[in-house]
């Protein structure tokens, strides 16, 4: 029996499966900087998010009579992500919360892959920051880097009584760079390291950069969107009087640029799309960074910029050659 | 930088000309063969010999019935052993002549030089001879040299790019004919009235490129006003697709739903033209023709001139038979070729190439959901968006069809290849195309 089907006779090897499991390689080198810097408690974080995230969606599957997808390994990443936005002390029972809602709610229930018009990572990483604040905003670090990093006396009296593996609450640059907390900058070389308290996966620029590497070696994403969103945000900080480099480097500027503005579902897709997504994240980025009650803005600016693609695409139409709309 | 760069239109699918530095090799030995009455764009022909007829290589059998009917001829001297009707594997119906090979290969009388003295001989000889583009289409060639009257065509292009993995027939013929095909350029551009010609190939043919660069050299000066170019153009595919090719090229825009005329140029593949000239010289219609046979089924792949109407199966076994059994037969390239249905199909006209792949090659991955990741997009040489006009064609919304001018599609298949998510986006904007062409003649938009 011969086959019969319609041209093309032969697929390019890629697959979507394939583009997830690069994404997930690329989130590697951040997870061991993770674990260096937040200690093991940060890979229970992780372990958590990944497995509700999994587990939500074959059951979504189960409960809606939809083909399983858990498979295209989506979910996995979409956990990894989620996990990477929160400090590495967040009760596991929260961890698994988020998961569940960013899969459940922000995925499955618009119709899973490829029909959510929001990040599931991110409304996952909002939904935790609305519903539970304090533990949210409760950045932790272990407290060998801490001290280290510890200038202020009565600070450096409280981490001498601490083993050097516990995680010790220690304030963001960002949130110390807004006079919002007391504390002290890091320097550069802290920044770009990661050594210094915040979320598990953003802290290490270092860590990122490698998996950035992968990802571009490999033709996953490309640089409009992540260019458009950081050179942007750096210099209108810089303009606004901040200092460009700790805007550069900390916070969730780098991995949000590179790893959550350009999930393909909820970016647009031509290159005038990308630029205008990442300049209206940098623009959002910036207000918020200087001018809200939040010392951070990525994900909010992110989100807001998901909302509008749909629209940015609309308006970012290639012209068809030799259509109606082409001057011929 | 590199990472930040335009979109690069096009696909660069794995090449496989496995036959390029093959010679043509001919194949004759077959008992049986079958010509249909139909093989090119618009009706074919009605039967001109019966069961129990004679006949020899190169006498008409069909007799055209339509306005862009070209004849067909024998390409084998035996006895008719059938005529009947039979379904085609795209759908249509056609008669079958069915002939029992003698092996003498004696040539018919009719066959002699065509006597061309003005514009009407030429066209009247090119119809006589059967010619449809050999490329692939099967646009009967006569209608291609004959633009109407309100189209300036100023330039000849011929397209010798062979864009398609593993086919190799254009490339073979450009190195062992060349001159022939320098020749039907300047017939060709002679009674179309043209200066220009402009011969394209990929870069991946370079020795087609000299070889043809000194067959202009020496033959120029027969036709002293044409200018004939030849001109490489990068390795991607569909370079070969004629509207993309005269874009690259030329700079000029074919209209949606438009043809090559409307920009001003008649495209002919290097084998049309070829042909036209040794037709002119021997008279011998169009009844054979050169195959790239190749594929992962079978022992070892080839390139074969064997006569139109050679059974597909016939033809597999004299060029070496298969290793393992075939899944997939293809008809033509694995991006645009026709999968046939049943192996003892005849080897047709417009036949470039067979393909015959293993039970593995013969399975595509299943389809997984779209994520926007825009591969399509950038691949479309038509600017279009692929993914949504595949979602407007399942729900069948035909205003979005149009209004996101699906019509401009050259249907290459650039989008079904790159996709990640394995999604039928050609498969199904074809489908949309022709219900909104169905729609757009009965005059109802509904």
Known sequence: MLRVSASPHIRDPRTTKGIMLDVIISLMPALVAAVLIFGPRSLAVVAVSVAVAVITEALSNLVLKRKQTVNDLSAVVTGIILAYCLPAGLPLWMVGLGAAVAIGAAKMLFGGLGDNFANPAITGRIFLAVSFGTQMSNSVVLARFAKTGTEIANQAAQLASVAETDLVTQATPLAVARNMVDGSIPDYKTLFLGTHAGTIGEVSILALLIGVIWLLIRSVIDLWIPLSMIVPTVLLCWAAGGDPLLHLLSGGLIFGAFFMATDYVTSPITARGKVIFGLGCALLTFLMRMYSGMPEGVSYAILIMNILTPHINEWTKPIPIGGSKSGK | ?446
């Open chain 2, 1 to 446: 930088m590199l990472f930040i760069r335009r979109a690069k239109q096009g696909v660069h699918p794995p090449d496989n000309k496995n036959t390029r530095n093959m010679a043509i090799q001919k194949l004759d030995a077959f008992d049986t063969i079958t010509i249909p009455l139909d093989m090119q764009v618009g009706p074919g022909c009605d039967p001109l010999v019966a069961k129990g007829d004679t006949v020899l290589v190169g006498q008409q059998i069909g007799e055209p019935i339509g306005g862009w009917s070209v004849p067909v001829h024998s390409s084998v001297s035996g006895l008719v052993e059938r005529v009947r009707i039979e379904i085609l594997s795209d759908g249509e119906t056609a008669h079958y002549v069915t002939i029992k090979n003698d092996h003498q290969y004696t040539v018919s009388p009719e066959v002699k030089p065509p006597q061309v003295n003005n514009k009407d001989d030429f066209l009247a000889a090119i119809r006589a001879s059967g010619l449809v583009g050999m490329g692939g289409a099967a646009f009967p060639t006569f209608v291609k040299l004959n633009p109407p009257p309100d189209k300036k065509v100023d330039l000849l292009m011929v397209n010798g790019a062979e864009c398609e993995p593993y086919i190799t027939s254009d490339h073979r013929i450009m190195l062992q004919y060349p001159e022939e095909i320098i020749q039907g350029c300047q017939i060709a551009a002679y009674w179309l009235e043209v200066k220009d010609v402009i011969i394209a190939i990929e870069d991946n043919k370079l020795d087609a490129v000299s070889t043809l660069e000194k067959a202009v050299l020496k033959l120029q000066d027969r036709y002293p006003d044409i200018k004939i170019k030849v001109r490489t153009l990068p390795t991607r595919y569909p370079h070969g697709a004629e509207t993309v090719q005269i874009r690259k090229l030329t700079g000029r825009v074919v209209p949606k739903g438009g043809l090559p005329f409307d920009a001003g140029v008649v495209v002919q593949n290097v084998q049309t033209v070829r042909f036209i000239a040794t037709y002119l010289a021997t008279g011998m219609p169009f009844v054979r023709r050169i195959i790239t046979l190749d594929g992962s089924a079978l022992n070892h792949a080839g390139i074969y001139d064997v006569p139109i109407g050679a059974h597909i199966d016939d033809v597999i076994v004299a060029g070496g038979g298969t290793k393992s059994p075939p899944g997939k037969i293809i008809m033509g390239g694995p991006m645009m070729g026709k999968a046939i249905d049943e192996i003892d199909r005849p080897i047709l006209k417009h036949n470039n190439t067979i393909l015959v792949l293993n039970e593995k090659d013969a399975v595509l991955p299943s389809e997984t959901a779209c994520i926007q990741c825009g591969a399509c997009v950038r691949a479309c040489p038509s600017q279009l968006l692929p993914h949504e006009l595949d979602s407007a064609a399942r729900r069948l919304d035909l205003a979005t069809l149009d209004r996101d001018d699906a019509l401009c599609c050259i249907e290459c298949g650039c989008c079904a290849y790159v996709c990640p998510s394995k999604r039928h986006l050609v498969q199904n904007i074809i489908i949309g195309k022709d219900l909104l062409l169905s729609v757009q003649k009965k005059g109802r938009t509904d």
